[in-house]
Structures are given as structure tokens and as C-alpha cells.
């Protein structure tokens, strides 16, 4: 699903955005890192999601509590910019081999 209104940021800057904000929360001040990966579904929601956070030396129950949090406020803004492309009312997506695949998208939203 494709949504003109997500602006694209790249994997890093997700991720720089994600960690500082849970940075700030109680108990997870010494996070150490976050991974973001490509969601490749023509009916999901988001672009990406967090598939594994690294606590460093913060409370692993407080980071997944702030990052359940986090992850939808982000998903609704930022679209992956290396997997979706939105170009003349078409969603360009890429495939497990890098590939464009191209998907009309729907008039219904």
C-alpha cells in the first residue's frame, strides 16, 4: 500500500530517529541500537517495522514498552525510501532481488 501522504526517509534515518527517541524515555537511556526492516506487503500499513532492538544497558521490558510506542507515531510519517517509490499514480516496489515491481494503486483511499 502505497500513501503519497508519508514523506521517504532512508533505513539510517529511521532508525537515528527511532534511537534518539527512545533515548529520551525512562530506563532507556543506554539503548544501544535498533534494526529496521523492509515490510513487503501489498496490504500492510507501513513500509517497515523494527525487527529487534539491542537494550544496551537499559531496561529490556521499558525499551520494548516505549518502542510499542514509538514504531506506530513513525509509521504513520516516514515511508522506507528504498522500498517504496511513488511515481505518476503507480506504487514501485522492489523485490527480493532489487528489482522494480510496479503496482497500480487504488482509487479507493
Known amino acids: 500500500m502505497c500513501d503519497r501522504g508519508k ?3 532512508t533505513k539510517d534515518d529511521i532508525q537515528r530517529l527511532i534511537i534518539a527517541e527512545l533515548r529520551t524515555c525512562a530506563d532507556c537511556e543506554k539503548a544501544w541500537g ?3 526492516v523492509p515490510v513487503v506487503d501489498d496490504f500492510a500499513i ?3 517495522t523494527v525487527s529487534r532492538f539491542h537494550r ?3 531496561d529490556a521490558y521499558a525499551c520494548d514498552r516505549a518502542l510499542q510506542r514509538i ?3 513513525y509509521q ?3 515511508d522506507l525510501a528504498e522500498i517504496r517509490l511513488v511515481i505518476a499514480g503507480h506504487c514501485r516496489d522492489r523485490d527480493e ?3 522494480d515491481v510496479e503496482h497500480e494503486l487504488s482509487r479507493d483511499f
Open 34 to 36: 535498533i534494526i529496521v
Open 76 to 78: 504513520r510519517l516516514y
Open 56 to 58: 544496551g544497558q537499559s
Open 46 to 48: 507501513a513500509t517497515w
Open 97 to 99: 532481488m532489487g528489482y
Open 71 to 73: 514504531v506506530p507515531h
Open 7 to 9: 514523506l521517504p526517509k
